[in-house]
């Protein structure tokens, strides 16, 4: 049987994920941005909370872990690197390492950039990946903790994982990084379908949360430093994809639209 998957509004645009496995019953969550609405998540579909994973140790994806650990008594799993900033962490995990929930078996992927030691959850039986703040739709996340080229090395590894994943990231910020993407990649056809798919989603009141690696690989800028056009438009013909993807994430920093 699949996994079953509810995405959870918290905050001003976080999202928490629930996977639950309808074979054991277990069910986990990824990241708690605030306690009150995963409960409420929780309860209205009959589950018991018995995993929290963990992708990173910023504020708005874990302060509500406290709250919901005290309710469900659910084990804390998150990065190693970052286990001294993550509250309630129960089980330390690092590169390669399985994660399971119940039946459902995922592995860690390290993929540091945004923060020093992040962890990205790939079940790739289910064909999720829950990405955090390092892959976005349409974006990815600042390098906060790394220079921006580690970002980079992340980033391609991500970009080379079977196309038909199903990529969770932490925040709703799709249009804001579709309107940025429209500017260093005006004519791409994969980006102008889905800046319009999610414009429509947006309207709707609806999530532009999951997509689909495959069309991140074809519309993400983030994804594409090492494509020559893309070089080519930022006026950086022949440089390196690293100082490329550098050079498009500062444009993005300083991006108003």
């Not at 650990?69 to 799993?77: D, I, N, P, S, Y």
């Not at 690197?81 to 459902?104: F, M, N, Q, R, Y």
């Not at 609806?206 to 800028?221: M, W």
């Amino acid at each position: 049987m699949p996994a079953e998957i509810r995405l959870v509004p918290c905050l001003s645009d976080n999202y928490a994920v629930l996977i639950h496995d309808p074979v054991t019953e277990a069910t986990a969550v990824v990241d708690v941005p605030e306690a009150t609405p995963v409960i409420a998540a929780l309860e209205k579909e009959g589950w018991n909370l018995t995993h929290i994973l963990v992708t990173h140790h910023h504020a708005d994806h874990t302060q509500g872990i406290p709250a919901v650990k005290a309710r469900f008594g659910a084990t804390v799993v998150g990065p190693k690197s970052e286990a001294d900033k993550i509250p309630g962490l129960d089980v330390t995990v690092v590169d390669g390492d399985p994660v399971a929930v119940g039946s459902l078996v995922g592995r860690v992927l390290e993929t540091p950039g945004h923060t020093a030691g992040p962890a990205t959850y790939l079940f790739e039986g289910e064909k999720l990946l829950f990405a955090g703040d390092t892959l976005f739709t349409l974006g990815c996340g600042r390098p906060l903790e790394c220079e921006p080229p580690v970002l980079w090395d992340s980033l391609q590894r991500l970009r080379a994982l079977p196309e038909d994943l199903q990529v969770y990231s932490g925040h709703e910020y799709t249009l804001a990084n579709a309107r940025f993407a429209a500017t260093v990649d005006p004519d791409n056809p994969a980006l102008i379908r889905l800046y319009g798919d999610a414009q429509r989603k947006r309207d709707a009141g609806a999530p532009t949360i999951p997509s689909r690696l495959g069309d991140e690989v074809a519309a993400n800028p983030f994804l594409r430093a090492d494509d020559p056009g893309m070089a080519e438009r930022l006026g950086m013909a022949g440089a390196e994809p690293a100082l490329v993807f550098t050079e498009l994430r500062l444009r993005k920093n300083a991006f108003k639209g």
